[in-house]
């Protein structure tokens, strides 16, 4: 059964892995990774990731990318969106922490966060509008 616009919204701003996928190009299947992200409902989702990385130079080639989340329990939900670009900023050190802790808590956010800061690398936050939604909960099986 599809979900409410209200129910969709709220799944996808719980924090969930996402599955990040864009087109990779002529011959060849989309890129598809996991991927942390941040939503609030109603707004643009943002995703971070380095500024060379492969991810950023085809999101920006192609102007759009889609997102899925998914669990099964307690029962099997989904919500994918896709959508424009809305726009790519140089991300700042409060969007890595704020990504960060909505994924991991205590010694391990603060260990990811250390690493993230001497071995990744510069990064750039990219925004979309969420366009198009599909949206399920299955039920439990």
Do not use: C
């Given at each position: ?37 941040q ?48 726009h ?25 966060l ?28």
């Open positions: 059964m599809a979900l409410s616009k209200e129910d969709r919204e709220e799944f996808l701003a719980e924090p969930h892995i996402g599955a990040l996928s864009v087109s990779a190009g002529v011959d060849r299947g989309p890129l598809t990774v996991p991927i942390w992200y939503y609030s409902p109603g707004g643009d989702l943002w995703v971070l990731t380095g500024t060379a990385s492969r991810k950023h130079r085809l999101i920006e080639a192609a102007g759009l990318f889609s997102l899925m989340v998914e669990r099964t329990e307690p029962t099997t939900r989904y919500v994918s969106v896709d959508g424009a670009v809305s790519i900023e140089t991300a700042t050190d409060a969007q890595l922490e704020e990504v960060t802790r909505r994924y991991l808590e205590g010694e391990s956010a603060d260990r990811y250390e690493f993230a800061r001497e071995n990744l690398g510069e990064n750039v936050a990219i925004y979309m509008k969420p366009q198009h939604w599909l949206s399920a909960d299955l039920g439990s099986f």
